[in-house]
């Protein structure tokens, strides 16, 4: 965002697509972040083709970690992953600032097809119970961070809740949806995938309330207390105008994420920072994947050989690698 001078007014560049914009409401103490996503999202799932079902709850995945992610204040990585016992037992999202993301998805064809004879399966069934564990890493000489919670039928967006009720303490609502789109291009049908959110955080003891906490009550008679708004109040106030949103309003592309805040909180006063961009990017590299095989027993480089030669593909992105198995003799 360009300040500009005192006599000009601030100028934002509009986030579009594929672009996370901070906001903060300060008539209500809370800040977030929001996000539209099209193209880095087509990108990530159609390279795996997976079955609808399996694309939009990735899709949901990879919204939720953009958006908790981005508040990383430092080089790092952030990582979403499920292990549970549903037919899709294993989801795998990982961000890396500034914003490279990989995202993968594990499942059982023949489940999920039988959950899908008896209709559009829910998330919740897709997943089943277990846990997501939450990853901050911020570099090889520093700990990692690592928040769990459990999976038992809950969507992600209940999940989010829990996480940061039980690790950071923080009131937090958060609003996820995804879309498989066809629009009409050169006589044909084009097939794209869209997706958006927005996270909402209560900060009640933010630097605006300490500066106006003692404000007197302006003609309130003398003696008598100031009737200030519960900050409870302001919270609830959040949570209802958040819960107002439709999953339509996430991913219209003509309702862009700035129209989206204007319409939530414009009488309450919402301030929008400069947005970040986010891209589909793998961190995978021949290097990094033969190092891995450097650690490798002689017996597990042997179990690894095939027609001579040992091939590894990348779950994530799908670029494939190829060894000469003389190289890590011993």
Same mark, same amino acid.
């Given at each position: 965002?360009?300040?500009?001078?005192?006599?000009?007014?601030?100028?934002?560049?509009?986030?579009?697509?594929?672009?996370?914009?901070?906001?903060?409401?300060?008539?209500?103490d809370?800040?977030?972040?929001?996000?539209?996503?099209?193209?880095?999202?087509?990108?990530l799932?159609?390279?795996?083709?997976?079955p609808?079902?399996?694309?939009?709850?990735?899709g949901?995945a990879?919204v939720?970690?953009?958006l908790?992610?981005?508040?990383?204040?430092?080089?790092?990585?952030?990582? $979403?992953?499920?292990?549970?016992?549903?037919?899709v037992d294993?989801?795998?999202?990982?961000?890396?600032?500034?914003g490279?993301?990989r995202?993968?998805?594990r499942?059982?064809e023949?489940?999920?097809?039988?959950?899908?004879?008896?209709?559009?399966?829910d998330?919740?069934?897709?997943l089943?119970?277990?846990?997501?564990?939450?990853?901050?890493?911020?570099g090889?000489h520093?700990?990692?961070?690592?928040?769990?919670?459990?999976l038992?039928?809950?969507?992600l967006?209940?999940?989010?809740?829990?996480?940061?009720?039980?690790?950071?303490?923080i009131?937090?609502?958060?609003?996820?949806?995804?879309? &498989?789109?066809?629009?009409?291009?050169?006589?044909g049908v084009?097939?794209?995938?869209?997706?958006?959110?927005?996270?909402?955080?209560f900060?009640?003891?933010s630097?605006e &309330?300490?500066?106006?906490?003692?404000?007197?009550?302006?003609?309130?008679?003398?003696?008598?207390?100031?009737? &200030?708004?519960?900050?409870?109040?302001?919270?609830?106030?959040a949570?209802? $105008?958040?819960?107002?949103?439709?999953?339509h309003? $996430?991913?219209d592309p003509d309702?862009t994420?700035e129209?989206l805040?204007y319409?939530?909180?414009?009488?309450?006063?919402?301030?929008?920072?400069?947005?970040?961009?986010?891209?589909?990017?793998?961190?995978?590299?021949?290097?990094?994947i033969?190092?891995?095989?450097?650690?490798?027993?002689?017996?597990?480089?042997?179990?690894?050989?095939?027609?001579?030669?040992?091939?590894?593909?990348?779950?994530?992105?799908?670029?494939?690698?190829?060894?000469?198995?003389a190289?890590?003799?011993?």
């Open positions: 965002m360009d300040a500009g001078s005192a006599s000009e007014p601030r100028t934002i560049t509009p986030a579009g697509d594929d672009a996370v914009l901070p906001f903060q409401v300060l008539g209500l809370v800040r977030g972040r929001a996000i539209q996503m099209g193209p880095a999202l087509s990108t799932l159609d390279r795996h083709d997976y609808l079902p399996v694309s939009k709850l990735l949901e990879v939720l970690t953009v908790l992610g981005s508040s990383l204040k430092f080089d790092g990585q952030f990582i $979403l992953q499920t292990q549970t016992d549903g037919p294993m989801l795998v999202v990982d961000y890396r600032t500034p490279d993301l995202a993968y998805a499942f059982d023949e489940r999920l097809a039988a959950l899908e004879a008896e209709g559009t399966p998330p919740a069934d897709l089943g119970k277990g846990i997501l564990a939450m990853t901050v890493d911020q090889t520093t700990s990692r961070y690592q928040g769990i919670v459990s038992d039928g809950s969507s967006e209940d999940v989010a809740h829990t996480y940061f009720e039980q690790s950071e303490q009131p937090t609502t958060v609003r996820l949806a995804v879309a &498989e789109m066809m629009t009409r291009e050169d006589g084009a097939h794209s995938w869209r997706a958006g959110g927005v996270m909402v955080q900060l009640p003891q630097e &309330e300490e500066r106006h906490r003692d404000l007197p009550g302006g003609d309130a008679p003398g003696g008598a207390e100031a009737d &200030e708004e519960d900050a409870d109040d302001r919270w609830v106030e949570q209802s $105008l958040i819960s107002t949103v439709e999953d309003e $996430l991913i309702v994420t129209r805040l319409r939530l909180f414009h009488e309450r006063g919402v301030r929008v920072f400069e947005p970040s961009r986010v891209q589909d990017k793998c961190s995978c590299s021949r290097e990094r033969e190092g891995v095989l450097r650690s490798f027993t002689a017996e597990e480089i042997e179990q690894s050989i095939e027609d001579g030669r040992i091939a590894v593909t990348c779950e994530f992105c799908g670029l494939a690698y190829d060894f000469n198995p190289e890590f003799a011993n």
